[in-house]
């Protein structure tokens, strides 16, 4: 519909993560959905395209890129598979924390290796009994002379166990409450640390997600990102980029979902027509346009004021998170229904879209968390 103006840069990166889709996912997007399968091989093309780079500034080996020509990698990528996706952009999510609040060393030593795909990086802050309420989480950091010792849990860990790294967010200080946690850069091999289960989800099987346990896991004190306290203003921040990343996913699965539902409107033929001519259907598809054409306006435009600069970002990145996983949701129900038995069955796409399409509601903020989130920006403006 809309033809959005892209620099030549920006047409190339689009032209190779279409590449890359067509070539090493397409094929085996259902087999890996079905065989809750995680292959590396996408996710080492997209290494060898140095496309983990495009957030990771020039001086430290990356693209130095933005979250818009981010977006535009993981709409693409989300087209093919979600679930790859979600390892993709996960490693975005783990750069984030050493970009925004890491030291030069820290930076000097991570950014280059991720930005060429070398490390493969997780973000761990959701416990059992910590989801929407962050703040209540129980693992505990304590530092013990040159080294901190964690102790404690975390699950529903996107790229456990296939990470390099992972950002752990402890407490230091129980006492302070929210102010007393920090966050730490975790590396796979520290003794005391390990991956549990592999959960077994509904959808985005091609993505790993685990249990991670730490048993007198035992870091360096120049792990630790920004200084001890910082733990949730690392979380929050890190998200606040990351949320119009799941916009993306959106954005894509969405696009799936109604190509692949409307060329079937358009050759199913019943009544002695295609039934898309029945103004029943051809209407659920305008609907479909109409809320995807919105969505991708939003994510577009919200990705290109936080590459401005803008420090108030956190409601629009929740506003993006929210509207673009509801839209998707939407789109990829309507999708099977437009199908009807076919879009039923494991044996068309359909209904793995749908699947995918419902944990963008839940990770990252729970949708009612976003509009919880909302609703307190709001009022900033409006008082």
Known sequence: ??????SEEQKILVDLVTQIGEEYIKPYALKWDEEEV?????????????????????????????????????EKLSYYCAGVTTTYAATFLGSYPIILFGNEEQKKKYLPEIARGKMICAFALTEPQAGSDAFAIKTIAKKEGDFYILNGMKHFITNGGIADIYIVVAMTDPAK?????SAFIVEKNDPGFSVGKKEKK???????TT????????IPKDRLLGKEGMGFIVALRT??????????????????????????ANSRIQFGQPIYNFQAVSHTFAEMAIKLEAARALVYNATKYIDSGAKDITGISS??????SDVAMW?????????????????????????????????EGTNEIQRNIIARELIKYYK
């Open 1 to 6: 519909m809309i033809k959005y103006s892209l």
């Open 38 to 74: 995680f292959d590396e091989k996408p996710i080492r093309a997209l290494a060898d395209a140095d496309l983990f780079g495009i957030i990771i500034p020039k001086e430290y080996g990356g693209l130095g890129w933005g979250s818009f020509e981010m977006c535009l990698a993981v």
């Open 177 to 181: 409450g929210a102010r007393g946690a």
């Open 202 to 208: 509904l959808g985005l099987r091609a993505s790993v």
């Open 211 to 218: 249990e991670l346990f730490f048993n007198d896991c035992k």
């Open 239 to 264: 998200l606040d980029f990351g949320r119009c990343g799941v916009g993306a996913q959106a954005l894509g699965i969405a696009q799936a979902a109604m190509e692949i539902s409307l060329k079937h």
């Open 319 to 324: 506003i993006v998170k929210c509207f673009t």
């Open 331 to 363: 789109i990829t129900e309507r999708a099977i229904q437009m199908m009807g038995g076919f879009g039923y069955m494991r044996d068309y796409p359909v209904q793995k879209y749908f699947r995918d399409a419902k944990c963008l509601q839940i990770y």
